[in-house]
């Protein structure tokens, strides 16, 4: 994932909105960033997190699978007298960066970068015209390659589940429908496609083709296995006393990070119909509230920032757990290796 910048629904298919790193300000609280700390930003972006956290004296491994980014990045290295290291990596990879001694602290930004967006030629936006790829990393299955040789019910329930989209039905199956004739290529012409199968109500906010372009871009770059994957791999990475803090900007990443905080907490659980289930040591505490908000100034002088949500947890001293999907209880989606790239 892009990083440092938001992406809720509303901006799934928008335009070109400036840089700016949501709750930077808690953010950096939370880490507590200083000479000495070694801290990772999983999702680098436009370096908005690693820029203050090198400003606060810290040394920062900073990881994204986007070689833009990368590229983008090298003035900020060359700036930092060897206090950034800047890899192209996924953060589901992170611990293979940490040092032996672990790390000190871990971010995680959880949204589509503006940078992306801003490039037609990745196809992340319908406001400019553009191939239908959609995959941060250049490489692998594109979202062309999802609509056009899905399975319909897998379509259905792609942009079902990973786009909330209500009509996913009708437009999945008209989908199908039109591809047997005519392959889908641009941004522009799936976005026009969806809107004239279901049409832009008065009352509606976003644009119609929202969702589902929010669904291919999660589904074409595994944003949610990602992220779990990442949860664990910090686990395993921070030292005793280290911070995890992950901001997220829609229900289905928040409700990941929630249930991994809540697993790891060391409470027991169960109900009064089972058994209680015994009580595992815990392995994070909660930092602070369970749960930050943009305040309303920032929601007001950044949109993206309106459905971010924060939340962090310290690592205690607690051996790190078995990494169980199971736990995040996520849908048996399509397989990206059936689609071909």
Do not use: C, W
């Amino acid at each position: 994932m892009g990083a440092n910048s938001g992406g809720g629904i509303t901006e799934a298919g928008g335009g070109p909105v400036r840089h700016i790193p949501v709750l930077l300000r808690e953010v950096i609280e939370a880490l507590e960033p200083q000479p000495g700390k070694i801290i990772l930003d999983g999702t680098f972006g436009a370096g908005g997190y690693t820029s203050a956290l090198l400003a606060a004296g810290a040394d920062v491994i900073a990881l994204d699978r986007d070689p833009t980014a990368i590229a983008a990045g090298q003035a900020l290295v060359a700036q930092s007298g060897g206090h950034l290291h800047l890899i192209q990596s996924e953060f589901s990879r992170l611990a293979d960066h940490a040092p032996a001694a672990g790390l000190d602290g871990v971010v995680l930004d959880i949204g589509v970068s503006s940078m992306q967006i801003d490039e037609a030629e990745r196809g992340f936006s319908f406001q400019k015209n553009g191939p239908l790829d959609m995959r941060m990393s250049g490489q692998g299955v594109s979202a062309a390659d999802v609509v056009n040789r899905a399975k319909v019910g897998d379509l259905i329930r792609i942009f079902g589940f990973l786009g909330e989209e209500k009509q996913a039905g009708r437009i999945a199956r008209a989908i199908e429908k039109r591809r047997a004739s005519e392959l889908f290529t641009t941004t522009r012409d799936l976005a026009n496609f969806i809107e004239s199968v279901n049409p832009r109500k008065a009352k509606d906010k976003i644009h119609p083709a929202t969702r589902v372009f929010q669904a291919l871009r999660i589904f074409v770059n595994d944003e949610l296995g990602e992220l779990a994957q990442a949860l664990f791999a910090a686990e395993r990475a921070l030292k005793p006393g280290g911070r995890l803090v992950v901001v997220t900007f829609h229900s289905l990443e928040d409700r990941i990070v929630k249930q991994f905080f809540s697993d790891r907490s060391g409470k027991a659980s169960g109900s009064r119909h089972l058994p209680m289930v015994e009580a595992k040591p815990a392995i994070f505490e909660t930092l602070g509230k369970s749960m930050i908000a943009a305040s309303d100034e920032e929601a007001e002088a950044n949109p993206r920032a309106r459905s971010a949500k924060l939340r962090a947890g310290v690592r205690t001293e607690a051996a790190a757990r078995t990494a169980d999907l199971s736990i995040f209880d996520l849908p048996d989606l399509a397989s990206l290796a059936k689609m071909g790239a």
